[in-house]
């Protein structure tokens, strides 16, 4: 049997009753998320360039808690992943979804069900991230209230998708159809594994993993949020839009089976790239690496299947502000993709992890492949819906040219920064020291990057709020198509029809769906199962104990107020970094971290061995006003955490939770649990006593201090420590 031919078409007769149906595409639903799309993409940009801004000027911090970078990077990544790209993603989807298969969607109330949910969902995000309400898994920081909320909302989003397809009158699923199918199974897979955690109350819960496994189940899931949220779904939309903007066939259906199908089963296993020299086991490593390098086929076939479909065309594309946008964003998706399995390599991750390096390289994907699709796509879709044409095209081209210059401004500065940075973390005097110790001096030697950064992301703002304009005033002088009528005949379910095996699996939607979700299942699998079940890969260590409750509260104010987006906490087996921060980490010491806090980028120094390096009184005065203890720090300072009393209402029930995720504290503990907390507290306080610093043992600062007091100091002598 063959395995592809061309597929049929609709008008194909022996796929139809004969008799035409009439029927209405559902524009409405598509006009709602193409507004909040704009509204959420512009709040979202501005959160990030207040973020971008507080780096090289920390002032723009503006001394509350709300608005520190630790909590407003996380709603900046939230914002734009999920309520820009995935209301953009959505608008796309139900437009598309609904010419492919030659009708509405399920149920109208299903998709304002879905469209109410998740825009309820991102304000709750808005909400709860600037108070300091978040998990601390990156990506994946909304509590598990919100988790709960957003698994439902999908399940309505998927019945209302599938329940499309298996009422279609299009037997043949176009290719978009497949991506939409896979980032519907795959995403619903990912987010229930990776938000799995018990509550301890409304707004806090624990992780069910600890350590080494969280963070491969936590990078299992970044890396596929990437995949299955901000590419397999854009890759159905270019699949549909490209063609229709560019009026040309695609180039190749059978590249499209072959990329489908790879790229969905590799990219599953490419997560543990990640965690590349870190106390994650080598051979998980070694599989991330090895699937990332073989990612680079499919997503370039994908890559070379959009633009070839332009062939013939490309002096549209000088005229043709949709085709510009579909052009680049295209090409950023190729050069993402090719980076992407360069960075997984060992050598090149030396350079690159915990650098700038790679917040280029995904703002590269955001702006340039996300981004700019999203535009293309709206540019067609606004004219079309509202029956005119496109206001101005040269707005659109001014929109363009800002948005490719605020790229180039924005990852440029930032591809020197992360090369500066490695290179001053990892250099030695001929002597064999150091030759940056302090690595507040390779800070400072990249504020002008971190300034061009912002100067980039300005312009890329800029040009999105001139679409905001192009776009209003183009539906103002057309109107609205709510319900536009279409009409096809009705599918012979009955009827048997032969072709090549994939035609014929393109017909079996229920089928296909199970098929894709075996194909992304695999690679999870392989990954976690020996990790979860194979003691020897996570050795214990004797010396590593439970945190002490005053400890665990510190970790959690750590925690709430994103420490972790700019401090690691995994020194890696290099000279440069032993160096500098001491002995290696190894797995045993992270086993009862929930969540684990090992970091993806190092705006400040790495902070595992961090225990005992200073008294008391230092962490004091530099979580007061950092430039005291720090000259030129760009580290905001943490005043509301020397006035506001540590809350140790819910301390027992947190030692409780702790104890059934697998922590030993003793049964019963966590009715001495206050009076220890309070006693280690107290000791603190003295400290900071004897250094002329009068501070009440209740207050949230001294909670932090334990907690940083407490990093790293299990393991005392190298020569008993175990990997």
């Not at 999908?154 to 298996?166: D, E, H, S, Y």
């Not at 970044?222 to 490209?242: D, E, K, Q, S």
């Not at 590349?276 to 490593?285: F, V």
Request: charged share 15%; net charge neutral; proline share 5%.
């Amino acid at each position: 049997m063959r395995l592809f031919t061309k597929p049929l078409l609709s008008s194909d007769s022996s796929d139809s009753s004969g008799a035409l149906e009439g029927f209405y595409y559902d524009n409405k639903i598509v006009k709602a998320f193409i507004i909040v799309t704009v509204i959420f993409g512009v709040v979202g940009m501005l959160a990030g360039l207040t973020a971008a801004l507080q780096l090289f000027w920390p002032a723009a911090n503006l001394n509350l808690p709300y608005t520190t970078f630790g909590r407003l990077r996380p709603l900046h990544t939230n914002a734009i992943i999920f309520a820009f790209v995935g209301n953009g993603m959505f608008a796309g989807v139900y437009y598309s979804t609904q010419r492919l298969l030659k009708g509405p969607m399920l149920s109208p109330i299903l998709s304002w069900i879905h469209f109410w949910g998740w825009q309820l969902i991102i304000v709750a995000a808005a909400v709860s991230l600037p108070l300091g309400i978040t998990t601390g898994k990156e990506y994946a920081e909304l509590e598990w209230p919100v988790d709960i909320a957003i698994t439902l909302v999908w399940v309505v989003f998927a019945i209302n998708f599938i329940g499309a397809i298996i009422k279609r009158r299009e037997r043949h699923m176009y290719v978009a159809i497949w991506f939409y199918i896979a980032t519907i199974v795959t995403i619903a897979m990912l987010h229930i594994v990776n938000s799995l955690a018990l509550p301890v109350t409304l707004f806090k819960s624990y992780t069910l993993f600890a350590g080494v496994q969280d963070a491969l189940v936590q990078w299992w899931y970044g890396h596929n949020a990437v995949a299955f949220f901000l590419t397999t779904p854009i890759l159905g939309l270019m699949y549909y839009f490209l063609p229709k903007a560019a009026n040309r066939p695609v180039y190749s259906y059978k590249l499209s089976i072959i990329h489908f199908w790879s790229l969905i089963f590799l990219y599953i296993w490419a997560g543990p790239h990640h965690l590349l020299y870190t106390s994650l086991p080598d051979w998980a490593q070694s599989l991330g690496t090895v699937f990332s390098v073989m990612l680079i086929a499919p997503s370039w076939g994908g890559m070379l299947n959009g633009l070839l479909t332009l062939r013939g065309a490309w002096d549209r594309v000088r005229e043709n502000p949709v085709l510009k946008f579909f052009v680049v964003a295209v090409t950023a998706y190729g050069m993402s993709t090719f980076e992407g399995p360069m960075l997984s390599l060992k050598n090149v991750n030396a350079i690159s992890h915990y650098t700038d390096w790679t917040i280029a390289h995904v703002h590269i994907g955001g702006l340039g492949w996300n981004g700019f699709m999203t535009f293309g796509m709206f540019y067609y879709l606004v004219p079309k819906m509202w029956r005119t044409n496109l206001y101005s095209v040269k707005l659109a081209n001014i929109h363009f040219w800002l948005g490719t210059l605020g790229i180039i401004f924005y990852a440029l500065p930032l591809y020197w920064a992360g090369f500066t940075q490695s290179l001053m973390w990892k250099e030695f005097t001929k002597d064999g020291f150091l030759a940056y110790p302090n690595f507040l001096e390779t800070v400072t030697q990249i504020l002008p990057m971190y300034m061009a950064r912002a100067f980039g992301g300005t312009l890329y703002l800029a040009g999105t709020l001139v679409m905001v304009y192009n776009l209003m005033k183009t539906a103002g002088t057309g109107e609205f198509l709510a319900h536009e009528y279409d009409e096809a005949p009705a599918l012979n379910h009955k009827l048997k029809v032969g072709g090549a095996l994939h035609t014929i699996l393109e017909r079996k939607p229920i089928l296909f769906t199970v098929l894709s979700f075996v194909a992304v299942l695999i690679g999870g699998v392989v990954e976690f199962v020996p990790t979860w079940l194979i003691d020897s890969n996570i050795p214990t260590i004797a010396s590593v104990k439970p945190y002490t409750p005053l400890e665990l509260e510190g970790r959690d104010i750590y925690v709430r107020e994103g420490c972790y987006n700019c401090h690691s906490q995994m020194i890696r087996p290099f000279r440069s970094e032993t160096e500098r921060y001491g002995e290696y980490s190894k797995s045993g010491e992270f086993v009862y971290d929930h969540p684990f806090q090992w970091g993806s980028k190092r705006t400040g120094p790495d902070l595992h061995r961090e225990g005992g390096k200073y008294p008391d009184s230092w962490h004091y005065n530099h979580m007061l006003e950092p430039t005291s203890m720090s000259p030129g720090s760009i580290m905001p300072a943490y005043p509301w955490l020397f006035d506001d009393e540590l809350n140790t209402t819910n301390t027992a029930t947190k030692i409780s939770t702790m104890r059934t995720l697998g922590v030993p504290y003793e049964e019963g503990y966590e009715d001495q649990a206050v009076a220890d907390l309070n006693e280690q507290a107290e000791g603190i306080s003295k400290n900071l006593a004897d250094a002329k610093i009068k501070v009440s043992k209740d207050k949230e600062i001294i909670a932090l201090i334990a907690y940083l007091q407490r990093m790293g100091t299990d393991i005392k002598n190298e020569a008993t420590a175990l990997k």
